[in-house]
């Protein structure tokens, strides 16, 4: 059964940084495609960044281009969030998800709608304060 454990969020002040984590047990973390995406209170799911299997193809939200960074490391079965010049309306949820290589699509292009993934997990608390 795969597990997916986020960890890294807190309260900050606008501007600061944080790292996100999420570490990933029981499956073959290195054949997923790995996603972030964040709810706030009263807000649909949406779409942080997306990095495929590979890492070589990666996508952003456009309200977090520039600030944030996505990435993985497969020895470590953990995906990682950097957020950078964080704001206000950051302040979210997040969540990590995993996407596991179908037959019914390309596998190297990674997925933005939180449908396309399998796995998530329980979320980690970012506040941001102005």
């Known amino acids: 059964q795969v597990r997916l454990v986020e960890s890294g969020g807190g309260l900050v002040q606008a501007g600061d940084s944080l790292r996100l984590s999420c570490a990933a047990s029981?499956?073959?973390?290195?054949?997923?495609?790995m996603g972030w995406f964040r709810q706030a209170p009263g807000n649909v799911r949406e779409f942080v960044a997306a990095?495929?299997?590979?890492?070589?193809?990666?996508f952003y939200g456009d309200s977090v281009k520039g600030r944030f960074t996505i990435s993985r490391d497969n020895a470590k079965n953990t995906a990682y969030l950097q957020m950078n010049s964080l704001k206000p309306e950051d302040t979210a949820l997040y969540y990590c998800?995993?996407?596991?290589?179908?037959?019914?699509?390309?596998?190297?292009?990674?997925?933005?709608?939180?449908?396309?993934?399998?796995?998530w997990g329980q979320g980690t608390q970012v506040t941001v304060s102005s």
């Open positions: 998800a995993g996407d596991p290589p179908k037959t019914s699509r390309d596998n190297d292009v990674p997925g933005k709608w939180s449908y396309e993934y399998d796995y």
């Open positions: 029981g499956g073959s973390f290195s054949t997923y495609a």
């Open positions: 990095m495929s299997w590979s890492g070589g193809m990666i």
